[in-house]
């Protein structure tokens, strides 16, 4: 049957680093005092002097790239924002006010901008671009001169009842 493995803490290893890195005593006197082989002592002394740049760096100044065109910095980010609501802003302002004038500004074609987001832009629904008006019927564009209408639930001509009310 083969042993367990011995799993040191990180404040042990580091002390034992640390006491070996002094030099004070050898590798052997550190391995008897801290109950560990003197191949750990080393591996841990080691491993202490490989990453202690590592300790010393500082995270501000080191910029991970992500690769995704250049970095912008908060100030810079922040003007941009505000930049970029004035010209929202301005651009309402001259956004004509008719809906028939609005839908002719969608280009369905655009290949960058959906009419969905166009229509978003321009602040109308999107049937509202899809609708066109079919226009009056023949039998309401008659030339009889009768009103066609009919008041609900009645079939009859308007003709006041009893009360009064048509």
Partial sequence: MSQKRKVYSPKLR??????????????????QRYGVSPQMVIK??????DRIEE??????????KSGSGPEMSNEELVSLIGHLEIEN???????????????????PKD???SVFK?????????????FHPRGES???????GEDRQVPYG?????????????
């Fill in 14 to 31: 580091s002390q034992v680093a640390l006491v070996a890195v002094r030099g004070d005593k050898t590798i052997h006197e550190v391995a």
């Fill in 44 to 49: 841990m002394k080691s491993r202490l002097l």
């Fill in 55 to 64: 300790l010393f760096q500082d995270g501000r100044t080191t910029k991970k």
């Fill in 89 to 107: 802003e301005w651009l309402k302002k001259k956004l004509p006010s008719s809906t028939r004038e609005r839908r002719l500004l969608i280009d």
């Fill in 111 to 113: 290949p960058k901008v």
């Fill in 118 to 130: 166009q229509c978003k832009y321009l602040n109308l629904h999107r049937s509202t671009y899809y």
């Fill in 138 to 144: 023949a039998e309401n564009l008659s030339s009889d």
């Fill in 154 to 166: 009645e079939s009859g001509p308007w003709e006041p009842d009893d009360s009064g009310r048509i």
